[in-house]
């Protein structure tokens, strides 16, 4: 295990020093190291939660372990698969290209190769073992074909939203939270906010999202609170505020106590698959967006399992919603 550990890491990053040594696109350098985390994390996720637990289990154990092996191959597949797209912009520089490099070129550059170098020193650090570490330890808390967090909301939240329906708005919470999960997720998106919440009050005594749970709830659809956000000392929260009707906001409540008494798990599988098992299996974006959609209050069009949190301030073309207020810790 360790050594399959070590190879997926060794490979991934080896790549990515290839690739930033080539003379392609800094678009295509960036999508590439994406690609590459991305399929590390993926043969990391693999190691640790089928081939491992198997061990032992001498019928599946090998079968399993060639699977594994063969995704060691991954990454070699990605590159060629961008070498023939981007045949013109991906080569190594030759020796005669080097030479031709002029002082003044370099001192141009220097800014983008560090701008760059801060890009992956970031990566780095958003993929910390530490950080892979919790989320690959808190996998077993999720599922992908059930319903695991079921009547977590009280009666007294349903009171609280209840109360809100004078204010003809409900609130999108945008936020940079600093959770481990957030911070490997920031590595793929290239976003600084990666978690939306809906809250019915503008002091988010109401704020509601999937999320993991904390570790005191089941991973679905949970209650949150400003600790929630207050991971890393530079997080931060800001908030939008989206006019809707009496009738449109008392649908969404009504939706989210359904969820609720039918149960809801975090899709964490659609964070790669951008699909849903059961309708109630949903992450943050997903969920805030198809409530905007229940109420008919969306104002982009875009397929839930492919919205990110950033989408609800990027995509309002429409000025339709209006920026409230930030909270910083």
Aim: contains cysteine; proline residues 5%; positive net charge.
């Amino acid at each position: 295990m360790p050594l399959m550990t070590l190879a997926s890491v060794g490979l991934a990053g080896g790549l990515i020093v290839r690739t930033w040594l080539t003379s392609s696109r800094r678009r295509v350098k960036l999508g590439l190291s994406a690609a590459y985390l991305g399929v590390m994390v993926f043969q990391l996720v693999f190691n640790a939660v089928v081939l491992f637990p198997m061990r032992g289990w001498t019928a599946l154990y090998y079968p399993t372990k060639l699977v594994a092996l063969a995704l060691l191959l991954l990454p070699l597949y990605v590159e060629r698969f961008v070498l023939v797209q981007h045949q013109d912009d991906f080569y190594m520089p030759s020796a005669a290209d080097a030479s031709a490099i002029s002082f003044a070129e370099l001192r141009r550059n220097r800014e983008r190769v560090r701008q760059s170098m801060q890009q992956m020193t970031k990566m780095t650090q958003s993929m910390s073992v530490k950080h892979l570490k919790t989320v690959l330890s808190d996998l077993p808390r999720h599922s992908a074909t059930r319903y695991i967090n079921r009547g977590t909301l009280t009666p007294a939240y349903f009171d609280d939203a209840t109360a809100t329906l004078a204010d003809e708005a409900v609130y999108l919470v945008v936020s940079n939270t600093g959770s481990p999960a957030s911070e490997i997720i920031s590595a793929f998106t290239q976003k600084q906010y990666n978690h939306v919440s809906l809250a019915f009050d503008h002091d988010l005594a109401t704020i509601i999202s999937y999320n993991g749970g904390d570790n005191v709830y089941p991973p679905g659809m949970n209650a949150e609170n400003l600790e929630f956000f207050h991971q890393k000392p530079d997080a931060s929260v800001l908030v939008y505020r989206l006019p809707v009707a009496r009738q449109q906001k008392q649908l969404m409540i009504d939706k989210i106590a359904e969820i609720n008494r039918e149960g809801s798990a975090y899709n964490m599988v659609g964070l790669v698959a951008k699909h849903s098992y059961r309708p109630n299996i949903m992450f943050c974006s997903q969920f805030v967006y198809t409530m905007l959609q229940l109420a008919g209050v969306a104002y982009f069009k875009k397929s839930p399992g492919e919205v990110r949190p950033t989408d609800f301030i990027e995509l309002d073309y429409y000025k339709k919603v209006q920026f409230d207020y930030e909270i910083t810790f």
